[in-house]
């Protein structure tokens, strides 16, 4: 196993910190998926393996066994202990804080968003509202010996690049979890008015992202200003909220080419696109090919 690996945020540049560390290769030098397992003090993973202040490109969960420290997420900052969870997806603000316990046990894994499209495993927006807002939750002790059984599984598995066993089991782990990460109390403050905007928005986009496109629209249905829920959703997710209706079409969009024989003018039709042009427009302007050449690659 390689010790030392760059990609192009130059994160996780430093795997001799961890206790065991299995992988898959990916086409360029960041690795499809790995799973690590870390024990030793905080100083030295997060000096190690973390810039002081990037986005997330990759899905990351992790789980912290023994110990604890504090992560900044978003905007917030969180005291993370023993039984808690959280999951990171691509475009998060993260950056390392300091923090100096000695006895922490960690397990990690992260997924790339080529691996992540290639296992199809597409997160409920009401699911990701939840992780926006509140990315940390905290699990039973039961449920933590399940997590680390799968993790343990993993390793073997991932170790065996065996792609297809790999993506049955992460696609179990993430149903063994998401109860617990859509209805577990989370580990953060009270929801504020923002974030409880955003949160009813983008469930609205969940429901209707399929005929109603304009950021218009959900306002309206907000009893807000266009101006006032753009301003808001943009300071809770970092992100425009024009970008997030755009990302659940494309998540729709991508979900009906990879696993249903629908024509794409069907699918257009469906998503509430004028035309299969424009349909083609939009799509390739966010993925960088046409529907039609997204559907072979997943032939």
Not at 213 to 231: E, I, P
């Amino acid at each position: 196993m390689a010790e030392k690996q760059e990609n192009e945020t130059q994160l996780l540049t430093d795997y001799s910190v961890f206790k065991w560390m299995s992988f898959i290769p990916g086409e360029t030098s960041v690795d499809d998926v790995s799973v690590m397992k870390f024990q030793g003090g905080t100083d030295e993973l997060f000096r190690k393996t973390l810039p002081e202040e990037f986005f997330s490109p990759c899905y990351t969960l992790q789980f912290v066994t023994s110990g604890g420290f504090k992560a900044y997420i978003n905007n917030r900052t969180y005291d993370l202990q023993k039984n808690d969870g959280y999951l990171i997806i691509p475009g998060f603000l993260l950056r390392r804080l300091e923090s100096n316990s000695q006895h922490l046990e960690l397990y990690v894994i992260s997924i790339t968003q080529k691996f992540m499209a290639e296992m199809n495993l597409q997160f409920p927006l009401s699911l990701i509202s939840h992780i926006y807002i509140h990315p940390v939750w905290h699990m039973s002790a039961e449920k933590v010996q399940g997590v680390i059984h799968y993790f343990e599984l993993l390793r073997e598995v991932v170790a065996s690049q065996n792609r297809t066993a790999t993506m049955l089991l992460v696609h179990s782990l993430f149903h063994f979890l998401a109860g617990d990460i859509a209805n577990t109390k989370m580990r953060a403050p009270s929801m504020s008015r923002n974030e409880d905007i955003t949160g009813r928005f983008m469930l609205l986009v969940d429901a209707h992202c399929e005929q109603q496109h304009s950021l218009d629209w959900y306002a309206d249905q907000l009893c807000l200003s266009t101006r006032y829920v753009a301003n808001t959703v943009k300071e809770t997710l970092g992100i425009p909220a024009s970008s997030f209706i755009e990302s659940a079409l494309m998540q729709r969009a991508k979900t009906l080419l990879a696993t249903t024989p629908m024509p794409i003018q069907q699918i257009a039709d469906q998503l509430g696109f004028q035309n299969q042009s424009h349909f083609g427009t939009f799509f390739k302007r966010h993925e960088g090919i046409s529907p039609a050449a997204f559907r072979k690659k997943k032939e």
